[in-house]
């Protein structure tokens, strides 16, 4: 069946710092993929998405892109700030009953210290 | 942006009682809402959807008798817990897309914590 893999953390970092959380899925066919965030006391809210195979995702200086070859959608960005700590979820979605339904990840919670 | 909020954040009840979550979609109808549980270092799982004017549709393992779902109207959908037993806590979180779009963002409630004593 559907489903995803990712780096479940947590994870600290500086200011500034680099950031990658890795996330690889399994499915048939060609789902759409998703990034997920959960600031702290609030509810998920989409970060970025891709929709078919080498697009894109972009916001808020996050990118990821979709590689079909080997099934990631992999999450980046050059400098985080305090700001960008939450929980990050990775998604994709299936269809089931004419109706399309997220599948996530665990999340992985990361801290970003001034 | 779309908003959905949950009611209550937090709950605490004891065994045996029943306890009632709402889920209402603030500024756009949703003909279907999602239930989502989400354990502690696990992922979201789908619980059921929320069908207005018809029956819940429940993911396998998941016990309809257990987890009542009404969805009476286009901006309201209600998730009981009934008979709770503290396995039972955990956080539940709500989902819902703008019925005018037949594919689209999903907005996410901020989610209930229910403790079970």
């Known amino acids: 069946g559907n489903s995803v893999t990712q780096m479940e953390g947590p994870v600290t970092l500086s200011e500034e710092a680099f950031l990658t959380i890795n996330c690889t899925y399994t499915?048939?066919?060609?789902?759409?993929l998703f990034w997920y965030v959960q600031y702290p006391g609030e509810g998920l809210q989409l970060l970025l998405k891709?929709?078919?195979?080498?697009d894109k995702g972009s916001n808020k200086g996050f990118e990821a892109t979709y590689r079909k070859e080997t099934t990631s959608f992999h999450l980046e960005k050059g400098s985080v700030q305090v700001s960008d700590s939450a929980v990050y979820f990775c998604a994709l979605t299936r269809r089931q009953g004419g109706s399309e339904k997220l599948v996530f990840g665990k999340g992985m919670k990361l801290t970003v210290n001034p | 942006g779309a908003v959905v909020s949950q009611h209550p954040s937090r709950v605490i009840c004891k065994s045996g009682t029943s306890v009632k979550i709402e889920c209402r979609s603030l500024d756009f109808q949703a003909t279907t809402m999602f239930w989502y549980r989400q354990f502690p270092k696990k992922s979201l799982m789908l619980m059921a959807t929320?069908?207005?004017?018809?029956?819940?549709?429940?993911e396998q393992g998941v016990e309809k008798d257990k987890f009542l779902i009404n969805h009476a109207s286009l901006t309201l959908s209600t998730l009981t817990v009934t008979s709770a037993h503290p396995e039972d806590s955990s956080f539940y979180i709500c989902s819902a897309r703008d019925s005018r779009m037949a594919t689209g963002e999903l907005f996410f409630g901020e989610g209930s914590r229910l403790t079970v004593l």
């Open positions: 499915a048939t066919g060609y789902p759409s």
């Open positions: 891709a929709t078919k195979a080498d």
């Open positions: 929320s069908n207005e004017g018809s029956k819940a549709t429940y």
